[in-house]
């Protein structure tokens, strides 16, 4: 009796390329959701120190003038540790109509730790829209707009004008959302000035003062070479 051969079956899926609805929705969380590209940031430190680092340098001290630019117009930054070793970042800022009373957070960094060697550690930052202030955005054109459609004006001017409330709230709203998350990063940035990495070794620019002592050497070799 033959044996039959055995006869294994693979299947090789192809990486499809994403729709273009998938394409839509990513564009539209990246300009909605998303206020600020991945950003790197490396440090010679373990994250329980980079955390405690700063975590310390969000509040006001005497004793740490030389970060006083961070705090100014009563700026204030708020840190939050999280289960998986993370954590996330907010600022406020001081109004100037009532003295105790502060801005609303408008965006929130997240930063993970990337372990690279030894002691050196490279934090990975990305800043969203807090949602609350994310659909705030859309109530004040829409009360305008309710008012807006009943006017007696030109049907193509009542469109224009309700397009162009939603995109003026919808442009302010992120720009603010924006400058939060470079204060934020900026405050990061220059509490962890003191602990990055020394820059890697470059080679000499003069290329050409390099090659003209190699030919000398040559030479020189060369010529002691002939004359034995």
Not at 20 to 49: A, C, D, E, G, K
Not at 67 to 76: M, T, V, Y
Not at 195 to 204: D, F, M, N
Request: aromatic share 12%; no cysteine; net charge positive.
């Amino acid at each position: 009796m033959v044996a039959s051969p055995n006869f294994s079956t693979r299947l090789h899926l192809v990486d499809s390329a994403p729709s273009s609805f998938q394409r839509l929705l990513n564009w539209i969380v990246q300009h909605t959701w998303y206020v600020h590209s991945t950003s790197h940031i490396h440090m010679v430190l373990t994250p329980q120190q980079t955390y405690q680092l700063l975590e310390t340098a969000t509040k006001p001290s005497v004793n740490r003038l030389g970060l006083r630019k961070l705090f100014a117009r009563g700026r204030r930054y708020f840190i939050r540790a999280r289960s998986d070793g993370s954590f996330q970042m907010m600022t406020t800022n001081k109004v100037w109509w009532h003295r105790k009373r502060r801005t609303e957070a408008t965006a929130i960094l997240s930063a993970e730790f990337e372990h690279i060697e030894g002691d050196t550690h490279r934090l990975k930052t990305r800043t969203r829209v807090k949602l609350r202030y994310l659909l705030g955005q859309f109530f004040l054109p829409t009360f305008i707009s309710s008012i807006i459609i009943f006017l007696d004006w030109s049907p193509i001017f009542i469109v224009l004008s309700v397009l162009g409330l939603y995109a003026f709230s919808w442009a302010s709203h992120r720009l603010g959302a924006m400058l939060e998350s470079h204060e934020i990063t900026f405050f990061i940035e220059t509490v962890l000035n003191d602990y990055t990495p020394p820059p890697a070794p470059q080679l000499a620019t003069g290329d050409d003062v390099v090659i003209d002592d190699f030919t000398v050497e040559w030479d020189r070799y060369v010529e002691k070479q002939r004359n034995r």
